[in-house]
């Protein structure tokens, strides 16, 4: 099929013989969609524009699914697993006709199929993909998440609601609990939902008489279907065998991984069990390498910011800091850098707590503060390993910091993060650990602060007016005021009504010139530094996210909500 379809769009003039050899390469190589390939590589604008196409070639309508409100009860007449394994979904029925939206339409069986399962006849019109597999989340919500497999649970476990401590159910009874298929069938569900769903975490909260199932999507907790109180600790303790701890243990914190296979790729749980007054709360990082954006020129930065960067991380020697609250992109921002750095001729060390990700190439070492291995005392086996570049996940005492700007000194390139809220204050905190001024400023090279935006859904955004007072108290300059705009999203089923769609990063990228040495070394405070700073070019979080707002790639709530 790919063939033919790009032989057609060559024919047509839509796409270059060299883009089609391109396409096939790389869909043969990483097994993925010819449409996607094609969007990935420049070859065409979006998969809408394939999809217009293919339809025109068919004389089959089309449709955008994102512009358009679907009756629940019609796109029910085709059961979810039909819609989700054949990538269909019905739109609408006038009669004994059902309109279906289908992106394969040379795929008859998947017509044959519906046709028989809802007894009408089908009439299919072409739409992307991933619009189909949106719309899908969106409309079978309810059956989406896990109200089937809880009703097999309500049918099938013996498992009883437990009002107490001294009632809570025995380790046999738990034992024999967590191996009934309905459970597992559950747990894995909500797993899978949530790497499908592109969360980050997986929320398992006990109150006194529920248990509350929390996704977070986009930086945002987002609440699912509620699942029976009663089954608390039998799912509790199915998670803990899946990461292989003690189930009998309930009154202590306990930590754990679990390794899983989705299809064609590995991911990574991260397990968090914590005691709570009304049972145990369960936290899972989903670490899904299919998610890892690594590449610099995608996390956000404008072409100025990234040079700049860029420039600081080929440099022989010296320390590059990234700063930030926890959650704002530093680790992705770190191993982007180093996979830009990572070629056969340089040794590259880390030390993480924990590590999150694997690379090729790159020697991970794993913190274990417990036992003595620490980021300073991994920092300093470093260099006895003979290391061109090293990171250290953070630098949390003054001991690692002064080891870290030592090894900075003395030949080495060194990555690490610091917890401040902007670039400028980053320089006295080394200052205030310990470390002495004229180290800090003869080893730092570019200290740079972020944090995560949440962009607008580009399928329902629309233009909305701001105040002129208000952009001159953002920083827009007056004369640039008038031609300003500013966007919002209104919500439509692409982003399950909220208006976002993604996020990005802001950046604050403050190389160290002479001229902030020289302050440094006056000890000057963080506003004289960031005053010199913007005076050579830098944009603090507030300009880069205000910038983000006039490309209409964010509204001004989030401008407020994440600077000040």
């Known amino acids: 099929m790919s ?3 790009g032989a057609m769009l060559v024919k047509a003039g839509k796409i270059s013989s060299e883009q089609l050899d391109q396409a096939l390469a790389l ?3 990483k097994k993925a969609k010819f449409e996607q390939v094609l969007v990935t590589i420049g070859a065409v604008a979006s ?26 009860e019609i796109v029910k007449l085709i059961p979810l697993d039909i819609a989700r394994k054949f990538n269909v979904i019905a739109v609408s029925k006038l009669g004994k006709n059902l309109i ?7 795929n008859i069986y998947v017509l044959d199929a519906v046709k028989f399962i809802t007894g009408c006849a089908i009439q299919p019109v072409i739409s992307p993909e991933k619009a189909i597999q949106k ?10 998440a896990f109200s089937q497999i809880v009703k097999g649970l309500e049918d099938e476990s013996g498992l009883e609601v437990v009002s107490s401590e001294d009632d809570a159910p025995s380790e046999a009874d738990l034992q024999s609990a967590i191996q009934d298929k309905p459970l597992v069938k559950l747990v894995d569900s909500i797993i899978t939902d949530a790497i499908r769903m592109g969360a ?10 529920r248990i509350r199932v929390r996704f977070r999507i986009d930086g945002d907790l987002r609440e699912m279907a509620p699942i029976p109180y009663k089954y608390r600790a039998a799912i509790v303790s199915r998670i803990k065998v899946m990461a292989d701890l003690d189930i009998s243990e309930r009154r202590l914190p306990q930590d754990g991984r679990i390794k899983i296979k989705l299809k064609e790729r590995t991911v990574d749980l991260r397990v968090s069990v914590l005691p709570t007054i009304f049972g145990e709360k369960v936290v899972l990082r989903i670490l899904d390498p299919a998610a890892l954006n690594v590449d610099l020129t995608k996390l956000g930065f404008n072409q100025e910011s990234l040079k700049r ?18 959650g704002s992109g530093k680790t992705t921002t ?17 030390a993480e707590d924990p590590v999150e990700f694997n690379f090729d190439g790159i020697n991970q070492v794993l913190v274990k503060s417990d036992i003595g291995l620490t980021f300073a005392a991994a920092l300093r086996s470093f260099l006895r390993q003979d290391p061109d570049i090293v990171m250290v996940g953070e630098i949390r005492d003054g001991e690692t910091a002064e080891i870290a700007i030592r090894a900075a000194l003395t030949g080495h390139l060194v990555f690490s993060t610091l917890h401040t809220n902007d670039a400028p204050s980053s320089i006295n905190r080394l200052i205030d650990m310990g470390v002495p001024n004229y180290l800090v400023a003869s080893a730092t090279r570019l200290i740079m602060a972020q944090r995560m935006v949440r962009k607008i859904c580009q399928s329902c955004k629309e233009e909305h007016a701001i105040p002129q007072e208000q952009l001159i108290a953002l920083g827009v300059p007056e004369a640039e005021t008038k031609a300003a705009k500013a966007f919002k999203g209104k919500g439509c089923t692409d982003c399950n009504g909220t208006g976002l769609a993604g996020r990005c990063g802001i950046f604050e990228v403050m190389p160290i010139t002479p001229e902030i040495e020289r302050l440094i070394l006056a000890r000057a405070s963080d506003t004289e530094i960031r005053d010199q700073a913007i005076k050579e070019g830098m944009l603090t979080l507030r300009m880069a996210a205000v910038e983000k707002m006039t490309q209409g790639l964010i509204s001004l709530d989030e401008v407020f909500a994440v600077t000040s």
Request: cysteine-free; overall charge negative.
């Open 200 to 209: 980050s975490d997986i929320h398992f909260e006990s109150y006194e008489k």
């Open 27 to 29: 869909v043969k190589e």
């Open 3 to 5: 063939a033919e379809l």
């Open 47 to 72: 998969e809408e524009e394939i999809t217009t196409f293919i339809g025109k070639q068919l004389n089959m309508g089309t449709l955008r699914l994102s512009d358009v409100e679907l009756n629940p």
């Open 309 to 326: 960067f860029d420039r600081a991380i080929r440099l022989p020697y010296g320390i590059i800091m990234v700063t930030g609250p926890t």
């Open 334 to 350: 770190l191993y982007s850098a180093l996979k830009t750095i990572n070629t056969v001729d340089v040794n590259i060390m880390t």
């Open 135 to 144: 719309s899908i989340e969106t409309y079978y919500k309810d059956e989406n």
């Open 100 to 106: 279906v939206a289908i992106s394969d339409p040379n």
